[in-house]
T-cell receptor, first 114, second 118 residues
């Protein structure tokens, strides 16, 4: 079955620390990849997306992600986190032949200490 | 654009009662999705529609759940009868154009309906 795995359930960092959140998916075909963020009490918002081309994708608020096809991974990074980055982060995969369907990972809760 | 609109934002009901959640997608979007979010199971896709037609309802938990999309601007998710284990946040999302146009399948989420079944 198709699935998305996020390795870390809860990450705690201090401000200015670097962030990397892991995401791996199980699907052998072409995929579109997304990271969504959910701030406390709010709905999901798109952070960045990969469809094709340069595997290093830059998103909003200084986030970036790298698609490594051979590893089926799409890890999210930020060089220096801020307290306002405290949120839950979801990786999602859209298999190319399944219309708009997204398969989400379980989410990683990020807590940034000021 | 107002974005995806969901109502109500909060719903508290008693076990056995019928619950109806409503969603208005972004105008012009061809796809509409219903998700459920819980601590235990994360974000689960329940059902999605393309041009008002249900495409995949394999995520609907059981017959107590039903969803309709009578027109392009309105969808409902109904639970009858409701049970305490249905307590969750239910999100609706919409998306323009189908996934084979690779750059256009970003989903836009509504604010969610927090359902509590006592």
């Amino acid at each position: 079955a198709q699935s998305v795995s996020q390795h870390n359930h809860h990450v705690i960092l201090s401000e200015a620390a670097s962030l990397e959140l892991g995401c791996n998916y199980s699907y052998g075909g072409t995929v579109n990849l997304f990271w969504y963020v959910q701030y406390p009490g709010q709905h999901l918002q798109l952070l960045l997306k990969y469809f094709s081309g340069d595997p290093l994708v830059k998103g909003i608020k200084g986030f970036e992600a790298e698609f490594i096809k051979s590893k089926f991974s799409f890890n999210l990074r930020k060089p220096s986190v801020q307290w306002s980055d405290t949120a839950e982060y979801f990786c999602a995969v859209n298999p190319y032949n399944q219309g708009g369907k997204l398969i989400f990972g379980q989410g990683t809760e990020l807590s940034v200490k000021p | 654009d107002a974005g995806v609109i969901q109502s109500p934002r909060h719903e508290v009901t008693e076990m056995g009662q019928e619950v109806t959640l409503r969603c208005k997608p972004i105008s012009g979007h061809d796809y509409l999705f219903w998700y459920r979010q819980t601590m235990m199971r994360g974000l689960e896709l329940l059902i999605y529609f393309n041009n008002n037609v249900p495409i995949d309802d394999s995520g609907m938990p059981e017959d107590r759940f039903s969803a309709k999309m009578p027109n392009a601007s309105f969808s409902t998710l109904k639970i009858q009868p409701s049970e305490p284990r249905d307590s969750a946040v239910y999100f609706c999302a919409s998306s323009p154009l189908p996934g084979y146009v690779r750059s256009y399948n970003e989903q836009f989420f509504g604010p969610g309906t927090r359902l509590t079944v006592l």
